[in-house]
């Protein structure tokens, strides 16, 4: 437990710091973010209809801009190594680090998706529903993605490679994600339901991440 | 004869060499059956003629599903029990089910165009087929990337087993989130709901579609089997000393 913990608090740190790159997630969502109206045009009512979408878009492109960096640093300074022949469970180290990963790089998408939320003319509660579909989503973006981010850094290939295994997995959490903010804003269904199915996906991938990136891991780094 | 006994590849290349001319005559029959029944099929009362396109999508799409459950199998053949020619079937299956894919998707759009006077729709059933296609060409795109064919076969076979579950899933969210195609009527609870008239062409062809895939399968996986043995030559060569002139 102490180990797990020291990696996750290990893994924070170094993304905090220089060099470590998390922020710039959240620096391109908002880049993302700030593209649409000048793809869309300035039209205002339609950026507020549109905004859940742009909103899940940036921060599923974001997410995935920065699970290149899950293994590709440990594996280049010899630190997988030591994670794969410790005597903690790799499962269970897969999992600290996609918490840490999230911790690091999902959390401050979250916090910004309000001030987002202002430019693409979303109201006050809506914001509030689309970042909360982010809360219970974006696990579900990191933890499918890590099994990406294992199978790339056991190829030594990764960006587009990884974009193209990573994106068909998400497509499920996108679709729920989205329907769950317009259900919270206007929408004849209930929230409820398209947001259980979401936190659904979220603690299933919990489990199957954890479990294909440790085999990637173990299968590839001989 | 066993699984087992099949690892060698060189008793596998010899079984094949026997049994594939027979299985591609049987298919080439039951092909020719098939087309000849649903040409002779009548005209559905709403669709006219554009019915039969029915005849080669369906068995398309069947197979799109079935080959990437053939890979999961031979995945897990990879995984667990290290099968020597499992990663052979798996690598062979990919191009095989993306063009089945394919076809089912182009067949499915020409078959769209009379009947909902569209090409695409972001229907739920387009929308999963459409998905399943871009795994494939992932999932091929992932076997080209690594030289080492071990290698990548166990990269391959982790994505192939998280795609078979993924697919499911991908199905119901999108079923959920728009409808156009029409529910499945050939297996469904209570019998089938098709005609006679169309289902024995129907069935004809998929039994000949299925005997296609397994033909072009054992093909692609002598290919393969070959083409690593020239690949071990070729490398055997190059690693030779050479001799230098004096």
């Avoid at chain 1, 939320?117 to 933890?143: E, H, I, K, Q």
Wanted: proline share 6%.
């Amino acid at each position: 437990m102490t180990a797990l913990a020291a990696l996750i608090r290990r893994d924070i740190r170094i993304a905090l710091r220089v060099g470590g790159g998390a922020l710039i997630g959240v620096l391109f969502f908002l880049t993302v973010v700030v593209l649409m109206p000048f793809a869309l045009g300035p039209d205002l009512a339609l950026l507020a209809r549109l905004g859940p979408a742009i909103l899940w878009i940036g921060a599923l492109l974001a997410s995935l801009l920065t699970l290149d960096r899950l293994f590709t640093a440990d594996h280049d300074d010899g630190s997988l190594d030591l994670i794969l022949m410790s005597r903690t469970p790799l499962e269970l180290a897969c999992a600290a680090k996609a918490l840490a990963h999230w911790i690091a790089a999902g959390l401050p998408l979250i916090v910004a998706t309000p001030v987002l939320g202002l430019l693409l003319n979303l109201d006050g509660p809506s914001t509030l529903a689309v970042a909360l579909t982010l809360l219970a989503g974006t696990p579900a973006l990191t933890f499918t993605g890590m099994i990406g981010a294992a199978l790339a850094v056991t190829l030594q290939r990764g960006g587009l490679l990884l974009a193209v295994l990573v994106l068909p997995l998400s497509i499920p959490v996108l679709i729920f994600g989205v329907a769950a903010s317009n259900a919270a804003i206007d929408g004849p269904l209930s929230f409820g339901t398209p947001f259980s199915i979401l936190c659904a996906l979220s603690l299933a991938s919990l489990v199957i991440g954890p479990f294909a990136a440790a085999a990637s891991l173990r299968h590839g780094l001989d | 004869m066993t699984l087992t006994e099949l690892a060698n590849p060189t008793r596998f290349l010899s079984l094949t060499t026997r049994v594939l001319p027979w299985l591609a005559i049987v298919t080439a029959i039951l092909l020719a059956v098939g087309l000849y029944q649903s040409a002779l099929a009548p005209d559905d009362y709403q669709q006219g003629a554009t019915v039969k396109i029915m005849f080669i999508h369906v068995p398309n799409a069947w197979l799109s599903m079935f080959v990437w459950g053939v890979m999961s199998i031979a995945s897990l053949g990879t995984l667990v029990w290290r099968h020597p020619l499992a990663d052979v079937a798996a690598k062979a299956a990919a191009p095989i089910g993306a063009a089945f894919t394919f076809l089912a998707l182009v067949t499915g759009s020409l078959w769209g165009r009379p009947m909902w006077g569209t090409y695409w729709e972001w229907d739920a059933r387009l929308t999963s087929v459409l998905i399943l296609f871009l795994m494939y060409l992932g999932l091929i795109a992932l076997w080209r990337a690594v030289e080492d064919p071990s290698r990548a076969a166990r990269a391959a076979a982790i994505l192939t087993l998280v795609g078979a579950i993924n697919i499911p899933i991908i199905k119901f969210s999108v079923d959920w989130w728009n409808t156009l195609h029409q529910p499945a009527s050939v297996m469904k609870m209570g019998g089938s709901s098709l005609d006679k008239a169309f289902l024995i062409p129907l069935l004809v062809m998929a039994v000949a579609f299925s005997l296609l895939f397994i033909t072009l399968h054992l093909a692609a996986m002598r290919n393969e089997i070959l083409r690593r043995r020239v690949r071990a030559l070729q490398m055997l060569q190059a690693s030779k000393p050479v001799a230098l002139p004096q």
